[in-house]
């Protein structure tokens, strides 16, 4: 069984480092352009990226240092994802990281990964776009995908004299006697039954505490939604438009490939409430990504591979970073109309967010407040790494059904729809 | 002077209500201009030939539009320019745009960085040619005296309704009642209205909201020359002040060079080779036959009596693209009801109308041969309408699903770009696609509201 973890590196360097760090920052992905990334060989690896994330001279009266963040997506525990980095990675790491005071000055594998567990941080909610499906079978079936198409064009003439029942056979066929194929004819991993059985009872568990809860649940949250709703109301706004040379560096970075990462960080709102709704929201978006939004759709918004909130900063701050498809205009068009409400929750409680209306309403429908907002606390990402930088989501998931639908015994009408995949 | 609907059609050019397809010649005239005064007597000279939305059936029409460059080069300060997008500000041919519209700015032939500055665009329209050239004339002597140069000079003759390939262009624009001709409201199509804030800046968009654009403090607009926006009644303006861009527009300009022999070429060829008729893979390839009439509707052949039968969904009607391949170009253009969320539904297509544009193109023949396209698109937010649609539906290879599908007619292709061509049992695929259409040439300009060409030309700022 696999079930993805999210491995997140945070560690503080000096000011008067930063401008070197930028240098190997850009160094590292340059070596993802030329593929010669040792990431690369890094097994279970779905995407990793390096960023800067500028410091703050005053939040709250503390100031919060520059640092770099190393964050991964990966099919294994974050303890081998950071053993493997030790030994494979180990010139990304030491380009990079050796500019943090602490890091050791001549290491090895061991002394590197002693140096990352401790500055690991735990982020509580991450998205992945299908729980169990993994780097391996996403890159097997992409190359099942690419090479029935291929056969498809070359046996055209043929083929097509068939029913597609006919065809659908004929095509399992050759796959079955094609050794580097045939892995197809056995349906991917499923989640076990145990996991599955667990994780309805974790659903069950907690809608039987709100249920058994909900007079205290109504008797706190009044209250407190109402105190919330006189902070919107009273907060103080302003329209903060993005500066047009750093949307062109940070344009610089993006639509390169068929995917885009996106980071930004955000102070959030001083005082008790703030940091405690904060909190609340993140452990509730945690629990429905894990048990509701796990198939490929966050509340419709299909083109997220990963994404993650990480507080860090005493919860001073967060940290939101996600990979997607498209345009940056696109995603954020996708949030304005399909995801409002869910941005409201978490970001309404943050500097500098348009206005909200009781945590849900307004906000984000603001639209060029909103777009403005996000260009203004994005970070760019300075080396991002996917091991299929060019396939959608929705590519991934035709890839999955087509493999899906190879081993079955199929009628026409089922073989016309499974041929319309290719 | 608000009409009955509010739009005041007297203060907006005219290009927003029509395209002039009663005046056949038409002229884009673009210059540089020299020192800002004289660039200011240069609009104040013009501002009065400018046609507005409210006029009639006028022998000669004359529309201005300026790019950032052009605002700035009359001294109007950054802090203004700076209200306006920034993709306006930048321009079209800024590094990172360029790479995002598909474009390769080494094969234009104006507008890039390096060649003549495009400051102001002047379009003309005209019955006759010697009306148009007596009229351009008028407006070259006026540029001339403030002190400006020729930049670029597009001429084109519009004598039937087909665009260059052959096939009849313009049907699907969108429907915005407000801008709409009488004989369009009386019989309105079937399609979902467009709000007018969509297409012009000031009024309410498609969120209910007025899109950003340059508001005033009162005190650069001494002369009161510009419409008012009282406090309160704008959120991204909450204090109010003078509306430069009200009834005002962001006009796109593009030359796209069209390949005719070569497309007829390939067609032939590729139709040969597949066993399809070679008329029917040009459809495919465009989504609807030379007559206009769509695929969907008409999957079989050409029928000249469906060109205007534009009531049909995708996803309802031909939800895998049997009839109108997923990756057509005009089905790319406008997906209509195929998008997420549930395609097939309201909300898809309230998620399609959030990327319109209104075009106003029109078709050119040059003495060498050279046939091509004048694209003018209106829109009021160039991210979220015409670069969303070039990059996020025409460019994108991963459209609707696909793998490595590019717009067959107009799509930068790649290594691996296929035309999918679905079929039963089994799809078509064209590769080795050439390029059929190439940018020629672009500029971003502001199509200012008559009251806001006045200001911009006095300078009283």
């Known amino acids: ?422 | 002077m608000a009409g009955a609907t509010g739009a005041e059609l007297d203060d907006m050019q005219g290009l927003l209500h029509s395209a002039f397809r009663t005046l056949p010649n038409a002229c884009f005239a673009m210059y540089t201009l020299g020192e800002a005064a004289g660039g200011r007597r240069f609009l104040s000279r013009i501002a009065g030939r400018v046609t507005s939305a409210s006029a009639r059936d006028v022998p000669v029409a004359t529309q201005v539009a300026l790019s950032a460059t052009g605002l700035r080069a009359i001294g109007l300060p950054d802090a203004v320019v700076g209200g306006f997008s920034l993709e306006f500000q930048a321009g079209i041919a800024a590094p990172q745009r360029s790479r995002f519209l598909g474009d390769n700015l080494g094969r234009w032939t104006w507008g890039m960085p390096g060649g003549p500055r495009v400051d102001v665009l002047v379009c003309t329209y005209a019955r006759t040619s010697e009306e148009l050239h007596a009229e351009v004339a008028k407006v070259d002597a006026a540029a001339a005296e403030g002190g400006g140069s020729d930049a670029k000079r597009l001429e084109t003759r519009t004598l039937s309704p087909t665009e260059p390939f052959g096939f009849l262009d313009g049907i699907s624009d969108p429907f915005v009642p407000e801008l709409a001709s009488r004989a369009q409201v009386a019989n309105p199509p079937a399609a979902q209205p467009v709000p007018l804030g969509e297409f012009v800046l000031g009024y309410r968009d498609i969120y209910g909201l007025l899109t950003q654009r340059p508001v005033l403090p009162h005190s650069v607009d001494p002369a009161n020359l510009l419409p008012t926006v009282p406090p309160g009644t704008d959120q991204g303006n909450p204090e109010g002040g003078a509306d430069l861009g009200r009834n005002g527009s962001y006009l796109v300009l593009r030359t796209l060079g069209q390949d005719t022999a070569g497309f007829d070429r390939y067609v032939r060829e590729q139709a040969s080779a597949s066993g399809l008729d070679a008329e029917l893979l040009a459809a495919k390839m465009v989504g609807r036959w030379r007559s206009g009439a769509s695929l969907v509707m008409s999957p079989d052949r050409d029928r000249p009596y469906l060109a205007d039968a534009n009531d049909f969904g995708y996803n309802v009607d031909d939800p895998r693209g049997l009839r109108c391949p997923i990756g057509a170009h005009v089905r790319r253009a406008n997906p209509r009801d195929s998008l997420d969320p549930s395609p097939g539904s309201a909300q898809s297509l309230a998620v399609t109308d959030r990327h319109r544009i209104m075009r106003r193109g029109r078709k050119f023949i040059d003495a060498d041969g050279t046939a091509g396209l004048h694209f003018v698109a209106l829109n009021a937010n160039l991210g979220r309408q015409f670069e969303f649609v070039q990059h996020t539906w025409l460019n994108n290879p991963k459209f609707g699903d696909l793998y490595d599908d590019v717009d067959p007619l107009v799509g930068p292709r790649g290594e691996r770009s296929v035309f999918t061509v679905p079929d039963q049992p089994l799809r078509r695929r064209f590769a080795g696609l050439p390029d059929f259409v190439t940018t020629l040439g672009g500029a971003y300009l502001f199509l200012p509201g008559l009251r806001a060409l006045h200001y911009l030309s006095e300078g009283l700022w």
């Open chain 1, 1 to 422: 069984m696999l079930v993805q973890s999210a491995v997140t590196i945070r560690a503080s360097v000096p000011a008067r480092s930063v401008s070197a760090v930028e240098v190997a920052l850009a160094d590292t992905q340059h070596d993802v352009l030329a593929r010669t990334t040792p990431l690369a060989a890094i097994g279970g690896l779905h995407f990793a990226r390096l960023l800067m994330v500028p410091g703050d001279p005053d939040v709250e009266s503390r100031a919060i240092p520059d640092s770099i963040m190393y964050l991964a997506d990966v099919d294994e525990s974050p303890n081998r994802h950071l053993r493997a980095l030790s030994e494979q990675a180990g010139r990304v790491l030491d380009e990079v990281f050796s500019y943090c005071e602490d890091y050791p000055a001549a290491p090895d594998p061991a002394q590197r990964y002693t140096w990352l567990c401790a500055h690991e941080i735990v982020s509580t909610t991450n998205y992945v776009n299908t729980i169990g499906r993994g780097v391996e079978q996403i890159v097997q079936e992409a190359a099942l995908h690419d090479w029935l198409e291929d056969y498809l064009d070359t046996h055209r003439p043929e083929l097509s004299t068939l029913t597609p029942a006919e065809v659908h056979r004929t095509v399992r066929l050759v796959v079955e006697s094609t050794p580097q194929m045939s892995f197809a004819i056995h349906p991917a991993p499923t989640m076990p039954v145990a996991y599955r059985v667990l994780a309805l009872l974790q659903v069950a568990i907690v809608l039987a505490v709100l249920v058994v809860a909900s007079p205290v649940v109504l008797v706190v949250g009044i209250p407190w939604m109402l105190a919330l709703h006189y902070l919107e109301k009273t907060d103080w706004f302003w329209t903060q438009r993005p500066d047009a040379a750093s949307v062109d560096r940070l344009r610089s970075q993006e639509d390169q490939f068929s995917y885009n990462p996106f980071a930004a960080v955000g102070v959030i709102k001083s005082g008790w409430l703030r940091g405690r709704t904060v909190a609340i929201v993140l452990r509730a978006i945690a629990f429905s990504v894990r048990h509701v939004l796990n198939k490929g759709s966050l509340a419709g918004v299909t083109m997220i591979h990963f994404a993650r909130w990480v507080q860090v900063d005493d919860q001073r701050r967060v940290v939101f970073c996600s990979f997607y498809d498209g345009s940056l205009e696109s995603y954020m068009d996708d949030f304005i109309d399909k995801l409002w409400w869910g941005l409201n929750l978490v970001f309404s409680n943050g500097v500098g967010y348009p206005r909200t209306d009781w945590l849900l309403f307004g906000g984000a429908r603001n639209e060029q407040e909103f777009k403005d907002y996000l260009r203004c606390h994005q970070l760019g990402t300075a080396m991002s790494y996917a091991a299929y930088p060019t396939l959608t989501t929705s590519n991934i998931i035709n890839n999955a059904e087509v493999r899906a639908g190879l081993a079955a015994n199929l009628s026409d009408a089922r073989a016309s729809q499974w041929l319309a995949r290719l």
